[in-house]
């Protein structure tokens, strides 16, 4: 089986397993318990968050563990636009790009729908660009003074990997937070916080190899956040719940893995991923790519392939690739049960009829050169096969 849905879920690492398995096991306690059990849990969770803070350049107090790069999301982009606009109550927009995970979407829109909000999306290029002065025009363009923004450091789905550093400094002349979900970049983009400008960030562990669960929202020192959650005040005020402190053990081993095989593991997944789209495109008829073109160094995700097949259905093209044994996928994997066309895509200006032929292939630790070069031979099959008359 050749498995292609990385930007989906990738599998557990072993080292990750093993450093989560005592705190599964035996050496069970609840963080805030105040017997050894629990102060033993209470260590390990402190020294998790030393690890994941040194790995982003940040600080062990800005770290909040959460449930995954859902949850993160939604409390950078609600909890941040509540909180301040409870310190200014002009402060009543919400700015994302156009091309945001829909965690990040649906928290604007909630805001608008429940809290009065108003939601600001920023449109993009035809490879998925947020360009400095679509992004300046929309803090800029309204009376109501702009919450929080958001745009993501690298795509999910079509792979471009923005310059959100460039975005950051905008948003900082505008005295506005810029959240990024780096959920796609993790192990493959350099996630230095203080590099990157943002005011807050976004991670999942189970993109770089812990079992789905963990995340981490990264908040910067400042940065104002009301609390999505009512409860125990764990982490710090933050985020109640009871800790999950063999997810955070893990994704601490995980993101130290990734950040050591950071460098290599890019430039590896990078030459696959190039011989992947030039196999696609000289082999498969009618094969578009969607989103930036490394050939002309335009910057995108090296984990990332995505095309559209024009004249066949996506979704059937990624049923007749599992009967030969290669699983990739038509879109996000969190648009659970959605049959509309990627929002992603029609923002590029593809119609909706060209997005519903989308598939994405996404490339992980243990893809090989010869599992590329199946999957292109066995997508070539399929989608002749389904033009033929």
Not at 15 to 31: H, I, K, Q, S
Not at 63 to 70: C, P
Not at 98 to 126: C, I, M, Q, W
Request: proline share 5%; aromatic share 4%; with cysteine.
């Amino acid at each position: 089986m050749i498995y292609l849905d990385h930007a989906a879920t990738t599998a557990p690492r072993r080292d990750v397993l093993e450093a989560m398995w005592p705190w599964l096991t035996g050496e069970f306690g609840n963080a805030s318990s105040h017997h050894e059990r629990g102060r033993r849990a209470a260590r390990a969770l402190e020294d998790a968050r030393e690890r994941v803070a040194a790995v982003l350049n940040a600080r062990p107090g800005e770290i909040v563990f959460t449930s995954g790069g859902t949850e993160a999301d939604n409390l950078a982009v609600k909890g941040i636009a509540l909180a301040r606009r409870e310190r200014r109550h002009e402060r009543t927009r919400v700015v994302t790009s156009a091309v945001e995970h829909p965690a990040v979407l649906d928290s604007a829109a909630d805001l608008a729908r429940y809290d009065g909000f108003t939601a600001t999306r920023v449109p993009v290029d035809a490879r998925g660009v947020v360009t400095p002065e679509a992004f300046r025009a929309a803090l800029r363009g309204d009376d109501a003074e702009v919450a929080v923004a958001s745009v993501m450091l690298a795509n999910n789905e079509i792979g471009t990997v923005q310059d959100v550093t460039a975005l950051a400094e905008i948003a900082a002349e505008q005295g506005v937070p810029l959240h990024s979900d780096a959920v796609q970049a993790a192990g493959t983009l350099p996630l230095d916080v203080r590099a990157l400008g943002v005011s807050a960030l976004s991670l999942a562990g189970h993109k770089i190899g812990t079992p789905p669960g963990i995340g981490v929202l990264w908040l910067g020192r400042g940065t104002p956040l009301r609390p999505l959650f009512s409860g125990g005040g764990h982490e710090r005020g933050r985020r109640s719940g009871t800790s999950t402190v063999a997810g955070a053990v893990g994704l601490a081993v995980a993101l130290e893995r990734a950040e050591a095989e950071r460098e290599e593991h890019a430039r590896r997944c990078a030459e696959l991923r190039d011989r992947l789209i030039a196999g696609v495109l000289a082999n498969v008829p009618g094969a578009v790519l969607t989103g930036p073109d490394p050939s002309a160094g335009e910057a995108r995700l090296a984990t990332n392939a995505s095309f559209c097949f024009p004249g066949v259905n996506g979704e059937t093209v990624l049923v007749d690739l599992e009967t030969r044994d290669v699983l990739v996928s038509s879109g996000s994997a969190c648009s659970a049960g959605s049959t509309e066309p990627s929002h992603v895509l029609t923002a590029l200006g593809l119609s909706p009829e060209i997005a519903s032929t989308a598939v994405r292939y996404s490339l992980g630790r243990d893809t090989t050169e010869q599992e590329i070069d199946a999957a292109v031979r066995a997508t070539a099959e399929v989608v002749t096969a389904l033009l033929a008359p």
